[in-house]
């Protein structure tokens, strides 16, 4: 396909029906790429993220970036809609992530590689989590961009980080060894790593004031597919 120029103020988005997931040039797991593709969740390659989804012996929906990891730009414009965004005011994930709309976005290779491309992606779910469902997937943790009450059934002891992506207060939680009621969380002061759950039920309530203000729930990566069927 030939390839497209596109902007914040260019053509339509591309929207997406099902899941999307948001590939980038970290570490991913091809297992997990098709996985995901044969539940039926569409895959979008953020640069050099497009050459991760070809690793797995997959085609993506499109490649969307300023283009200048992908390793063979011109093989890809002959297999799928490759977008180019030369501006530099964003990054290539922030660039997926205008370029399309989706029920719920995964991502993946965004974290856990290069600690300034983590702190990246963690900015651009600041941004992007009060428009869209946001899922940030790693070698090891899955974290949910909350915006607003989340509930969800988890084994005693399983692990439950909380963490602010800005200053948050929490009106109540349910099934937490360490409750959150009344609790201000955020960065540089009380954080909520390593909590868990007692057994049954979870729920986590934030303020009236910060119903709108969006925070990460971090468990085990085997809880992927549970948050994407509870945030679909």
């Known amino acids: ?137 790693d070698e090891v943790d899955v974290a949910f961009a909350a915006v607003g009450a989340f509930a969800f059934d988890a084994a005693a002891g399983e692990r439950v980080s909380i963490h602010p992506l800005v200053r948050i207060g929490f009106a109540r939680s349910s099934g937490l060894v360490y409750p959150l009621d009344g609790l201000v969380l955020e960065p540089g002061g009380l954080i909520g790593t390593s909590n868990a759950a007692a057994g049954g039920r979870v729920e986590i309530v934030p303020d009236a004031e910060h119903e709108r203000t969006p925070w990460l729930l971090i468990a085990d990566k085997s809880r992927l597919w549970d948050f994407l069927g509870e945030t679909a």
């Open 1 to 137: 396909m030939q390839e497209t120029s596109a902007g914040q103020a260019g053509e339509p988005p591309l929207v997406f029906d099902s899941p999307l997931a948001i590939v980038g040039g970290g570490t991913i797991d091809p297992a997990l790429l098709r996985a995901l593709a044969k539940s039926g969740v569409a895959l979008v390659g953020a640069d050099g993220g497009g050459d991760a989804i070809g690793a797995a012996g997959l085609v993506p929906a499109a490649i969307i970036g300023d283009l200048d990891s992908l390793a063979n730009r011109a093989a890809w414009e002959q297999r799928t809609r490759v977008i180019h965004l030369a501006e530099q005011v964003t990054t290539d994930f922030q660039k997926a992530l205008y370029s399309t709309r989706a029920p719920v976005t995964l991502a993946l290779g965004m974290t856990g590689k290069r600690l300034d491309h983590t702190l990246a992606a963690l900015s651009a779910v600041l941004q992007y989590a009060p428009q869209r469902r946001l899922l940030l997937v």
